[in-house]
């Protein structure tokens, strides 16, 4: 089966209360810290990858710091500049950059310009955080 989708034609979901967030793809699972996204069974083929968003954020708006206990992330900018954060660091960022995010660090985007940040997002397992028993 061929697994094709457009960001044109899904809807947008509110991402970490500011950004917009075309959701493409994604694991059947839900991971932690991820966007509240339902999408149709066809496109909840990943195995690996928990996601693939395209995703914009507003002029002067930022996403709340927050962070993937059991999933990296891969932010790549299409268009626009801002700062991110990553842990205590800050960076600056603008097209054509490729950003890493590590899971277990809190993180947050920040559009500071007057243009709409565009940027791809990929969520990658790392493996589940397993459950201690007791015999």
């Known amino acids: 089966m061929i697994v094709i989708r457009n960001w044109r034609d899904t809807h947008p979901t509110i991402a970490h209360k500011s950004g917009l967030d ?11 810290g991820d966007i509240e996204v339902e999408l149709e069974p066809e496109y ?11 995703a914009k ?8 710091p927050h962070y993937h206990k059991d999933h990296e992330e ?23 950059d490729i950003i890493y995010i ?9 559009n500071d ?10 969520g990658g397992l790392i493996g ?3 459950e201690k ?3």
């Not at 954020?57 to 709340?64: D, I, M, R």
Request: net charge neutral; proline share 3%; charged share 25%.
């Open 128 to 130: 589940k955080e397993k």
């Open 74 to 96: 891969v932010y790549y900018i299409i268009n626009g500049k801002g700062k991110i954060k990553i842990g205590s660091e800050e960076a600056q960022f603008r097209d054509g």
């Open 22 to 32: 075309w959701r493409l793809l994604s694991n059947a699972e839900k991971t932690s």
């Open 113 to 122: 310009s007057e243009e709409m940040i565009d940027f791809l997002a990929f």
């Open 44 to 54: 909840q083929c990943l195995k690996a990858i928990t996601y693939v968003s395209y």
């Open 133 to 135: 028993t007791k015999n």
């Open 57 to 64: 954020l507003q002029p002067h708006l930022s996403y709340e």
């Open 102 to 110: 590590p899971e277990n660090t809190t993180h947050s985007i920040t």
